[in-house]
């Protein structure tokens, strides 16, 4: 039904803001994309440029290979759910299901009938005669949902849609919305700062910040192989742990000094030969869930200064420092995610090893001295 | 390729403005350059005179004419007192109507029921309250107050009496106007403040001056501007209660704008007189800006 | 907060009646003496006791008609005054919208103008407006009453700053939906901004409604003639008879205080916005 091109697309408001810079993107038919990045990324930009709400400074944007820049809105075939759902609070629930197939010149009769095929969708049909001040968040959010199918549009825009819900809706409402997409099987992009909700809903997800696409992939390889620090950083929760650090070669060995610390890397450990190439590496990242507090084969040990423990049932975040407190030239504060419950004391020192191979290894400009995941990725069908 | 876009809109936008400017540019900016114009010119309706360019001979002539500046100072005479007088008052009633009394809607409708009255009704009304002798409600009232002291008046044509009785029929009038702004201004102060006040220890005086009126004070320069050029316009009253009178001691710019304009056919002279109200007019729209912009230097 | 006193509540009562009876004994004066005979009016208008009209008749609501066209003045207010805030809210709330929410060249400039047209009031200009008039040859009309008075400055910029912040998310959805600008102001923007026109319905109304100092400039046959100049001309008609005059004066300000009482609550909220705005 439609495929998305955005072609080297820029947005610039005026000389010194620049919205979104440069942006190229390709989405499949039917696939389901996430925009996920902190508020200002520029990912609201992408939606509203791609709905014809705002225009492009540079660049082309084509859906089904039909450049639409100069397209009006109502002439691209998309819909749009809003942050805030936009419901039109003077018109009753069937009202605003009906007004976009009114705008389109569609019978009275057909009106009536899609109408009733959207509700009977979404589970509107007892709420037709009522007006939005009268709905629930949820039930305003199928509304916002239905008014946006309902013309049956080849491209399906989220803007952040569930941020107005409470937690236990917004994670219910996430999966009804990942089944209608897979049951309707439109293109759909899907904006959210929430990135749970990207790695959840999306095939593939676009991690922006600063108006600049950081990387796009699977949520997958966003987690595994992030580009570079800031998609490292941003993907997980809580982030990954980045230090600065120093590799060099020993006794034909590499090692890397971390916050004082050193840690050995064995030649078996995945991406050796690129870290015994690389000069520029600059910096390590070590995701929480990759620590542990018991030793396993192959595992590097570290000498860890706890600062705080949080126990949160299932599992603990272990706060800590590499250098104790004397040694304050480094106070980078790591953390572990530890399953269960850990039994230490706040200045404690303990041990706590690191499978070497978990360990990611960023260029000093920040990008993966490892992975070049960039042109690697492929749409996932 | 966006402007192709944006042409659509840039047309519907002309389109919205265009019935609102022609009116506004017909209307109000052209007779507006009008009378600036006219009253350079020596144009009298019927006059077998050619028109001629008088430069500001108009104004030397109303300003050394001895019933308009009687005018003027009337009418600045009557803002001098009805503006403190009516926004005082105004005050007070809000805050009377301020507060979580049963009913007190009832007494804010009737407070606020002569502002919808108008002008010219009123003043009729008045006519007969302020009639001479024992007839004039006000003076019976007055002889009962002062045990049979009180001499009654023939207010309306009573020099000293005529300016005040205008005044208070203005004031009976406008006062819930005033009210109504003031007492959406009181009820826009966050209570916290007031609690905050309470816990600091100050007394419902001291909330009133270091709260209350602080946080009024935009309300109430705008009331003071609002009220001040009401009484610049005042014409209604005039033209019906008194007729300028007794000896010019209610005449009022307005009054005698409309006079030279109508009842000598002197068109600019009259149109001299309005330029004259129109720059009062701007010189106290100024002042409040300014008085805001003080306050939000210092904010 | 603490409970006032009783007696604190009973003085507050007592000035609040006290200020009360100020406001409504002239209204009442004006309502017992359109029912009193008129030799009687001016002999008991002294005492509060003539408030109660010993006989009361509907004699002087009869007299009226016959002395005065009242039906007239009432049909040609009526006319006027709805005229101007019918087509006032029309013109005005598109203005106000296009300068809030539309893109187009050259718009900065002119809703400085229009904001400064604000502080011109009528009086500054009715002295060469009478005269521009008479040139154009309107004087005596409807039209001369209504045409100047549509488009106003004032209303322009309340709708401006209510449409300001009118929720972009609304005309947003609307255009996606396949709205046009002028279907997006009239099925979206204006069904939702009803406070705002009410606000100026009614404060063109209360302007209008006693407009006095216009038509005495530029009228001056019965026909085109409003209520206000029907009861200052009725002033002045010999003989003097108070009765008549006050029922003149109920039966003109009847109206407005059943639409008063009907939309209380935007009277006084239109009102109040004027200082919030101004």
């Keep these: 039904m439609a495929t ?378 | 390729m966006a402007d192709q876009l944006h042409k659509h809109e840039h047309l519907i936008a002309r389109l919205f403005v265009l019935p609102a400017l022609i009116g506004l540019l017909g209307f109000v900016l052209l007779p507006f350059a009008l009378a600036v114009t006219l009253s350079l010119t020596n144009l009298r309706l019927g006059s077998p005179l050619p028109l001629e360019f008088l430069g500001v001979e108009q104004y030397r002539r109303i300003f050394t004419d001895y019933t308009f500046l009687r005018a003027l100072r009337n009418t600045m005479l009557f803002a001098l007192i009805i503006v403190p007088l009516q926004t005082g008052l105004a005050l007070s009633l809000a805050l009377l109507i301020n507060q979580p009394l049963r009913g007190i809607v009832v007494f804010r409708t009737v407070f606020f029921m002569p502002v919808v009255f108008p002008l010219s009704l009123v003043s009729v009304v008045w006519v007969l309250l302020f009639a001479p002798g024992s007839a004039g409600l006000l003076n019976s009232l007055l002889e009962i107050v002062s045990f049979g002291a009180w001499q009654p008046k023939d207010f309306l044509h009573d020099t000293a009496w005529a300016l005040p009785a205008i005044t208070l029929t203005s004031v009976w009038q406008g006062v819930g106007f005033q009210m109504v702004i003031l007492l959406a201004a009181l009820q826009s102060i966050p209570e916290e403040l007031y609690q905050a006040a309470r816990i600091d220890g100050a007394n419902r005086r001291q909330q009133f001056v270091f709260i209350t009126l602080p946080q009024l004070r935009n309300a109430l320069i705008f009331v003071v501007l609002v009220t001040t050029i009401l009484a610049f316009r005042l014409f209604d009253q005039v033209q019906i209660m008194t007729q300028g009178g007794p000896q010019y001691a209610t005449t009022t710019i307005m009054y005698e704008a409309v006079n030279a304009a109508f009842a000598s056919q002197q068109v600019a002279k009259g149109a001299a007189m309005t330029v004259v109200f129109f720059v009062l007019v701007l010189l106290l729209t100024l002042l409040q800006r300014f008085l805001l912009r003080q306050e939000r230097a210092v904010a | 907060m603490k409970r006032k006193s009783l007696l604190t509540t009973l003085l507050i ?160 959805a609307a255009r996606i939906d396949g709205a046009g600008p002028v279907r997006i102001f009239f099925s979206v923007v204006a069904p939702n901004a009803k406070p705002v026109f009410a606000t100026v319905a009614i404060l063109t109304f209360l302007t209008q409604w006693g407009s006095f100092l216009w038509p005495m400039m530029v009228t001056h046959s019965e026909a085109v003639r409003p209520l206000p100049l029907g009861i200052a001309a009725f002033y002045t008609l010999p003989p003097l008879q108070w009765g008549d005059i006050f029922a003149f004066g109920v039966m003109m300000i009847v109206p407005v205080l059943l639409l008063f009482m009907a939309f209380q609550r935007w009277f006084i909220r239109g009102v109040a916005t004027t200082g919030v705005k101004g």
């Design chain 1, 4 to 381: 998305i091109a955005f072609n080297q697309v820029s947005k610039r408001y005026d000389e010194n803001t620049t919205a979104l810079n440069a942006l190229s993107l390709q989405i499949d038919d039917g696939e389901f994309i996430v925009l996920v990045g902190p508020s200002g990324c520029g990912k609201s930009t992408v939606l509203r440029l791609l709905a014809g709400l705002e225009q492009p400074s540079e660049g082309e944007i084509a859906i089904d290979d039909k450049v639409v820049n100069d397209l009006m809105p109502q002439q691209r075939n998309i819909a749009m759910v809003f942050q805030n759902y936009a419901l039109y609070p003077h018109m009753s629930v069937r009202d605003n299901l009906a007004f976009p197939l009114r705008m389109h010149h569609m019978g009275k009769q057909a009106i009536n009938t899609r109408v009733n095929e959207i509700a009977q969708l979404l589970n509107l049909a007892e709420l037709l005669q009522r007006r939005p001040k009268q709905l629930s968040g949820g039930q305003k959010q199928r509304v916002a949902m239905g008014r946006a199918l309902v013309r049956d549009p080849s491209v399906f825009l989220l803007d952040e849609p569930l941020s107005n819900l409470d937690a236990r809706l917004r994670s219910q409402i996430r999966a009804d919305i990942a089944q209608l997409q897979l049951r309707l099987r439109k293109t759909t992009i899907y904006v959210t700062h929430d990135q749970i909700e990207a790695m959840t809903l999306g095939h593939r997800v676009a991690v922006m910040n600063r108006g600049e696409l950081q990387q796009i992939g699977t949520p997958e390889q966003l987690y595994n192989r992030p580009q570079n620090i800031f998609v490292a950083s941003f993907i997980g929760n809580p982030g990954m742990n980045i230090a600065t650090t120093e590799v060099f070669a020993q006794n034909n060995d590499l090692h890397a000094a971390v916050c004082g610390q050193t840690l050995h890397l064995p030649s078996a450990v995945q991406g050796y030969n690129e870290l015994s190439r690389s000069e520029n590496v600059g910096y390590i990242g070590v995701r929480p869930e990759a620590f542990r507090l018991s030793q396993v084969d192959g595992c590097v040990a570290l000498k860890a200064y706890i600062s705080a423990v949080e126990y949160l049932g299932a599992e603990s975040l272990v706060y800590f420092h590499l250098s104790s407190h004397d040694h304050a030239h480094d106070n980078t504060t790591w953390i572990a995610r530890i399953n269960g419950h850990v039994d230490a004391t706040i200045d404690q020192s303990i041990e706590i090893f690191l499978d070497p191979g978990a360990i990611h290894w960023f260029n000093s400009d920040g990008s993966n001295a490892i992975f070049d995941t960039c042109q690697s990725v492929q749409p996932r069908r």
């Design chain 3, 13 to 172: 009562y007592c000035t609040l009646v006290g200020l009360g009876l100020i406001f409504l004994v002239p209204i009442l004066i004006m309502l017992s003496g359109s029912l009193k005979i008129d030799t009687r009016v001016l002999i008991e208008a002294g005492s509060l006791a003539g408030l109660v009209p010993e006989q009361p008749s509907l004699e002087n609501y009869r007299d009226v008609s016959t002395r005065v066209p009242f039906i007239r003045y009432l049909v040609n207010s009526t006319l006027i005054t709805s005229s101007i805030v019918l087509t006032g809210l029309l013109v005005n709330s598109l203005a106000g919208y296009a300068f809030a929410r539309l893109q187009w060249p050259g718009r900065d400039a002119l809703l400085f103008t229009v904001i400064a047209l604000m502080i011109i009031p009528l009086e500054a200009i009715a002295v060469p407006l009478s005269y521009q008039v008479t040139l154009l040859g309107w004087r005596d009309t409807y039209l001369v009453q209504i045409l100047p008075f549509v488009a106003n400055a004032f209303s322009i910029y309340l709708f401006y700053s209510f449409f300001l912040d009118f929720p972009k998310e609304l005309e947003e």
